[in-house]
């Protein structure tokens, strides 16, 4: 089930421990969210990391690209054994 907010949702993505860029969530949920493309497009299966830019777990959540296409990237999150895998 999506989570709504009024403001968008701008998460920094990591990529091989370095910052890749921000980018808006255009819907959010418990275990994934839809990212608007930005700068760099990860191909599918790509380990990535996901930070709320206004804060969030240090490194970020760990997440892999299930899907990227013109529409947007989806992201799947991989939180640790025993972390529920909310950004918030």
Known sequence: MPIKRRSPVIVEL????????LYRAR???DT??????GAIAFPDDTA?????????PAGGIPARVV???PAGMRVRLQP???LRPSLY
């Open 27 to 29: 819907d959010v949920g």
């Open 80 to 82: 640790p054994a025993g």
């Open 14 to 21: 990591y990529y091989r421990g370095h910052r890749a860029g």
């Open 48 to 56: 990535v990391a996901v930070r709320l830019a206004d804060g969030g």
């Open 67 to 69: 899907k990227s296409s």
């Open 32 to 37: 994934g969210m839809l990212l608007e493309h």
